[in-house]
């Protein structure tokens, strides 16, 4: 038996992210990824939305390069009415409410893309990389590892709000 290296362990639970939000848009209408359960609250198109772009950005910056919302016309093929750099941290309930996404194959093929994208930069990686600091007004400072684990915990805790209103909204009926 041969044990896994760092890149296969961030790569393995990179990997997880796609098929849960496949899942989470098996089916779904508009009225299912649009439904807020409260004036303020996170419908699931927004949910996994930002759970993309907020892998989708941090990764691009980590990886020295373009996002590919921008860079591949995600920005355009989503068409939403937000600047094309948002990727939804500190939104207001409007800004949640004008992220209206109709077609799940969009939120599904997105997050295919910036999964792609996070493969290329996982290819790369070595130790040095991830002791790499790149947020030094912390005490320790923020490394790579430390901003790869914060974006994995970002996207399972955004993937799993969005399985819990699946499900409560489906009970509902």
């Known amino acids: 038996m041969t ?3 760092t890149r296969e362990v961030l790569r393995d639970a990179f990997h997880r992210i796609p098929p849960l939000v496949r899942h ?3 089916g ?3 009225h299912l990824l649009h439904t ?3 004036g303020d609250a996170n419908p699931l198109a927004w949910l996994l939305w930002h759970s993309a772009r907020q892998q989708d950005a941090q990764i691009a910056d980590l990886a020295g390069h373009a996002q590919v919302w921008l860079a591949d016309d995600w920005s355009d093929r989503f068409a939403l009415p937000l600047d094309p750099e948002d990727h939804g941290y500190g939104h207001t309930s409007d800004q949640v409410a004008s992220v209206r996404v109709d077609d799940p194959d969009l939120l ?3 997050q295919d893309a910036v999964t792609a994208m996070t493969d290329d930069y996982l290819d ?5 990389e991830l002791d790499r600091v790149i947020d030094d007004r912390y005490d320790p400072p923020v490394t790579v590892g430390v901003r790869l684990v914060s974006i994995l ?3 399972f805790q ?5 399985g819990y209103l699946r499900g409560l909204l489906e009970r509902r009926g």
């Open 124 to 128: 790369d990686i070595d130790a040095e």
């Open 28 to 30: 779904a209408d508009a």
């Open 3 to 5: 044990s896994m290296d």
């Open 24 to 26: 989470h848009v098996d």
């Open 108 to 110: 599904v093929g997105y």
């Open 158 to 162: 955004h993937l799993g709000q969005a």
């Open 36 to 38: 807020r359960l409260d």
């Open 153 to 155: 915990g970002d996207a």
